[in-house]
C-alpha cells in the first residue's frame, strides 16, 4: 500500500497550490512536502503500509514542525529519536528571512509536536506499535507565513484559499480510499469539519472524532493536554479503555 500512498502524495506535493496567488498579510508560502520530500518519503515508506484503522488529520504545518521536517507534528528530537526517520531537507526558492528552513537541525522545539507525538508514543511504547493501526498526516500541508507569524488557511481570504483548499479535499479522499480508516479524528475543530464535509457523502460509514489541538496558544492545551485527549478518546470511543489496546 505504501507505493500507492507515496505515489499519490508525490503528484500531490506537486500540485498543491500551484499557480495560486495570495495577497497581504501572507508574504511566503512553504511547501515541506516538496522540499523536505526525502523525510516524508522516509515516513510514508515506514510508516504508511497496511490498513490503518483510525486516521488522525492536522490543520497545517507549524513554524518548528512540519515546516523544518516534512512531517506532521514533526518536532525535530520527535522525528529524529521517536520515529528514527533520516533524510535531507532542501531550502525553498522562496524563503523569509523571518522562517529559516534548517531541517534536523533545527534548536527550536515545536511544543504541538512535542506533545503529540509524546503522548502517542508513550502510550504505545514504540512509534511502530502506535503507527501500525493509525495514521497522521495534514489536511493542508503548505504553511502560510508573514514576517512575525504562521497564518492558518481558516484566516486566508475565501477566493484565494478555495483552489487549495479543493486539492486538499480530493487528496484526502485518496487517501482514505488508499487506507480504508473506520475512523478519521480531527486534531482540532477545523479538521474534523473540513473531513466531513469532504468524506461524509464518499465514506457514509466512517466515523469522525476530534481532539484538543496541543498548540501551547491554546490555554486549555496548557492544563494536562494528554490527560484530556485520554478521556476524548475514550468519551467518543475511539479507543476502548476495556480492550487491552485500546483501540480494538
Given at each position: 500500500?505504501?507505493?500507492?500512498?507515496?505515489?499519490?502524495?508525490?503528484?500531490?506535493?506537486?500540485?498543491?497550490?500551484?499557480?495560486?496567488?495570495?495577497?497581504?498579510?501572507?508574504?511566503?508560502?512553504?511547501?515541506?512536502?516538496?522540499?523536505?520530500?526525502?523525510?516524508?518519503?522516509?515516513?510514508?515508506?515506514?510508516?504508511?503500509?497496511?490498513?490503518?484503522?483510525?486516521?488522525?488529520?492536522?490543520?497545517?504545518?507549524?513554524?518548528?514542525?512540519?515546516?523544518?521536517?516534512?512531517?506532521?507534528?514533526?518536532?525535530?528530537?520527535?522525528?529524529?529519536?521517536?520515529?528514527?526517520?533520516?533524510?535531507?531537507?532542501?531550502?525553498?526558492?522562496?524563503?523569509?528571512?523571518?522562517?529559516?528552513?534548517?531541517?534536523?537541525?533545527?534548536?527550536?522545539?515545536?511544543?504541538?509536536?512535542?506533545?503529540?507525538?509524546?503522548?502517542?508514543?508513550?502510550?504505545?511504547k514504540t512509534a511502530d506499535a502506535f503507527l501500525n493501526n493509525h495514521f497522521i498526516f495534514n489536511y493542508c500541508p503548505l504553511a502560510f507565513l508573514?514576517?512575525?507569524?504562521?497564518?492558518?488557511?481558516?484566516?486566508?481570504?475565501?477566493?484565494?484559499?478555495?483552489?487549495?483548499?479543493?486539492?486538499?479535499?480530493?487528496?484526502?479522499?485518496?487517501?482514505?480510499?488508499?487506507?480504508?480508516?473506520?475512523?478519521?479524528?480531527?486534531v482540532g475543530k477545523y479538521a474534523r469539519k473540513k473531513a466531513e464535509v469532504a468524506l461524509s457523502k464518499k465514506f457514509p460509514t466512517l466515523r469522525?472524532?476530534?481532539?484538543?489541538?496541543?498548540?501551547?496558544?491554546?490555554?486549555?492545551?496548557?492544563?494536562?493536554?494528554?490527560?484530556?485527549?485520554?478521556?476524548?478518546?475514550?468519551?467518543?470511543?475511539?479507543?476502548?479503555?476495556?480492550?487491552?489496546?485500546?483501540?480494538?
Open positions: 500500500m505504501s507505493l500507492k500512498l507515496i505515489q499519490r502524495t508525490q503528484r500531490f506535493a506537486e500540485e498543491v497550490g500551484r499557480g495560486s496567488v495570495f495577497s497581504a498579510p501572507v508574504t511566503h508560502v512553504y511547501n515541506p512536502l516538496q522540499y523536505a520530500w526525502s523525510l516524508h518519503h522516509a515516513y510514508l515508506e515506514r510508516y504508511g503500509n497496511g490498513r490503518k484503522k483510525i486516521i488522525f488529520l492536522g490543520m497545517n504545518p507549524g513554524p518548528f514542525g512540519m515546516v523544518q521536517t516534512g512531517i506532521p507534528f514533526g518536532e525535530v528530537n520527535a522525528v529524529k529519536n521517536l520515529l528514527g526517520l533520516v533524510g535531507t531537507v532542501q531550502t525553498p526558492a522562496l524563503t523569509s528571512p523571518y522562517r529559516p528552513i534548517e531541517g534536523l537541525l533545527c534548536k527550536r522545539s515545536e511544543v504541538s509536536g512535542r506533545r503529540f507525538w509524546g503522548f502517542f508514543i508513550d502510550h504505545f508573514d514576517k512575525t507569524r504562521n497564518i492558518t488557511p481558516d484566516k486566508i481570504a475565501a477566493n484565494e484559499i478555495l483552489p487549495v483548499l479543493n486539492q486538499c479535499d480530493e487528496y484526502l479522499r485518496d487517501v482514505t480510499e488508499i487506507i480504508e480508516p473506520e475512523w478519521v479524528v480531527g469522525f472524532a476530534d481532539i484538543l489541538h496541543p498548540s501551547p496558544a491554546s490555554p486549555l492545551a496548557n492544563k494536562d493536554w494528554p490527560g484530556q485527549v485520554l478521556k476524548q478518546l475514550y468519551a467518543q470511543q475511539v479507543w476502548r479503555p476495556s480492550s487491552s489496546e485500546d483501540f480494538i
